[in-house]
């Protein structure tokens, strides 16, 4: 398999990263993960101008094409999915930027340091099977910092809830700070209560997932009554759906919170409805997309 590593295609095993890289030293970096549909993108667009946030927000200058506007993403990916047999399918294109190698110091390494860039595609094998019964989840401490917006490679804290969560069973481990539901380790979170989708607002809590915002967007174009509000842990026993979201996972529902069944025990209406919107969006816009 190939990856792309500093402007070179690489075999996959002779792709090596320096140790004074500061995302091995430090978790200096940021990433990206991107759906691909029959070898095209989706979103490429949103997830460019996510990552030149956190760019910025790190005070990292975007690599050349790597700009909001930039073709780098397209370019790079188009001949990643070619040749590793990803054109048709659904696969992810991983995405990685750290603030390149340097003697190791905690403050920013001397100007013109290059950043390290690494990108690769691998098959996506879509949940359905686990979707089409409903996920099993549980809730952990959020000891996360207060930069969940930012999607660094800074993952301890969600490392440590998924093993959590494959420890016990679960598919995935919710995030609760304050007594509210912020997010999954991977995922972000929806519920339905009294009728109303909530998800958390997109603040420093939570990551603005890209298919959160898709989602949010397809529920309003069908008439589904949004707010933007946190889940409660207190509101729990009014929940009568609750799913989460990833460009991995696209919607799924959670049938068992902590063992206990939510809303029907089975997938919802809104979340099979919800589904059912998002896989058509992501065909009918990797149809008309450019190719990559
Ligand atoms: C903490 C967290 N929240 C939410 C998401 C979902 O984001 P997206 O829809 O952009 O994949 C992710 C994805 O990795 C994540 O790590």
Same mark, same amino acid.
């Given at each position: 398999?190939?990856?792309?590593?500093?402007?070179?295609?690489?075999?996959?095993?002779?792709?090596?990263?320096?140790?004074?890289?500061?995302?091995?030293?430090?978790?200096?970096?940021?990433?990206?993960?991107?759906?691909?549909?029959?070898?095209?993108?989706?979103?490429?667009?949103?997830?460019?101008?996510?990552?030149?946030?956190?760019?910025?927000?790190?005070?990292?200058?975007?690599?050349?094409?790597?700009?909001?506007?930039?073709?780098?993403?397209?370019?790079?990916?188009?001949?990643?999915?070619?040749?590793?047999?990803?054109?048709?399918?659904?696969?992810?294109?991983?995405?990685?930027?750290?603030?390149?190698?340097?003697?190791?110091?905690?403050?920013?390494?001397?100007?013109?340091?290059?950043? !390290? @860039?690494? /990108?690769?595609? %691998?098959? *996506? #094998?879509?949940?359905?099977? $686990?979707? +089409?019964?409903?996920?099993? =989840?549980?809730?952990?401490?959020?000891?996360?910092?207060?930069?969940?917006?930012?999607? !660094? @490679?800074? /993952?301890?804290? %969600?490392? *440590? #809830?998924?093993?959590?969560? $494959?420890? +016990?069973?679960?598919?995935? =481990?919710?995030?609760?700070?304050?007594?509210?539901?912020?997010?999954?380790?991977?995922?972000?979170?929806?519920?339905?209560?009294?009728?109303?989708?909530?998800?958390?607002?997109?603040?420093?809590?939570?990551?603005?997932?890209?298919?959160?915002?898709?989602?949010?967007?397809?529920?309003?174009?069908?008439?589904?009554?949004?707010?933007?509000?946190?889940?409660?842990?207190?509101?729990?026993?009014?929940?009568?759906?609750?799913?989460?979201?990833?460009?991995?996972?696209?919607?799924?529902?959670?049938?068992?919170?902590?063992?206990?069944?939510?809303?029907?025990?089975?997938?919802?209406?809104?979340?099979?409805?919800?589904?059912?919107?998002?896989?058509?969006?992501?065909?009918?816009?990797?149809?008309?997309?450019?190719?990559?």
């Amino acid at each position: 398999m190939l990856v792309y590593l500093n402007g070179e295609y690489l075999d996959h095993d002779r792709a090596t990263v320096s140790v004074d890289d500061r995302g091995f030293l430090f978790g200096d970096g940021v990433y990206e993960v991107t759906r691909a549909r029959n070898g095209r993108l989706f979103e490429p667009g949103r997830h460019l101008r996510r990552l030149g946030r956190g760019l910025e927000a790190l005070g990292i200058a975007p690599p050349a094409g790597f700009e909001p506007e930039g073709g780098a993403l397209a370019e790079i990916s188009d001949r990643l999915l070619r040749d590793s047999g990803l054109v048709s399918g659904d696969a992810l294109l991983y995405l990685q930027i750290t603030r390149g190698a340097a003697q190791r110091t905690h403050h920013f390494p001397p100007a013109g340091t290059p950043p !390290t @860039v690494f /990108l690769q595609a %691998n098959r *996506l #094998a879509v949940p359905d099977d $686990v979707r +089409a019964r409903g996920a099993t =989840a549980i809730t952990t401490p959020d000891l996360r910092w207060q930069r969940c917006d930012l999607k !660094t @490679v800074q /993952l301890l804290p %969600n490392v *440590l #809830a998924k093993q959590q969560a $494959v420890a +016990a069973g679960a598919f995935e =481990a919710v995030f609760v700070r304050d007594a509210i539901l912020t997010e999954g380790a991977s995922t972000n979170l929806f519920a339905v209560i009294g009728g109303a989708l909530r998800t958390h607002p997109a603040t420093e809590r939570i990551l603005p997932g890209i298919t959160r915002e898709v989602i949010l967007e397809l529920a309003n174009e069908q008439g589904l009554s949004v707010v933007e509000q946190p889940v409660a842990v207190a509101d729990l026993s009014r929940v009568t759906e609750l799913f989460l979201t990833s460009t991995s996972n696209d919607v799924m529902p959670v049938a068992r919170l902590d063992g206990r069944v939510v809303g029907s025990g089975r997938p919802g209406p809104v979340a099979r409805q919800l589904q059912a919107a998002l896989r058509e969006r992501l065909e009918r816009d990797t149809a008309q997309a450019p190719a990559v």
